[in-house]
């Protein structure tokens, strides 16, 4: 079992920056990301990482933000810049444990872009 405990999410302007953290226990994880869903849309794909520090953005991210992790710590991060009011979303973090095969996910934040 993977427990993840999300931070960092608030009101800012647009054009300013925030950082999202994940903190995953339980298990040592292989692939850690962030989805987000905005009200009325879809949840989408904006980041992951690999154990490795390999990432992937959603292309309305790229350039903005950046996805990074520290092992030792079981930990997430997702540095967002520039932001939009298109970006309001709650975001919600996303784990694989090695060896395992399920997603666990975490309780979500409210990210909020005011214009």
């Known amino acids: 079992q993977v427990q993840l405990v999300e931070s960092g999410g608030g009101l800012v302007q647009a054009g300013g920056s925030l950082r999202l953290s994940c903190a995953a226990s339980?298990?040592?994880?292989?692939?850690m990301g962030w989805y987000r869903q905005a009200p009325g849309k879809q949840r989408e794909l904006v980041a992951v990482?690999?154990?490795?520090?390999?990432?992937n953005y959603a292309e309305s991210v790229k350039g903005r933000f950046t996805i990074s992790r520290d092992n030792a710590k079981n930990t997430a991060y997702l540095q967002m810049s520039s932001l939009k009011p298109e970006d309001t979303a709650v975001y919600y973090c996303?784990?694989?444990?090695?060896?395992?095969?399920?997603?666990?996910w975490g309780q979500g934040t409210q990210v909020t872009v005011s214009s």
């Open positions: 996303v784990a694989t444990p090695i060896g395992g095969v399920n997603t666990y």
């Open positions: 339980g298990r040592s994880i292989n692939r």
């Open positions: 990482v690999t154990r490795d520090g390999s990432a």
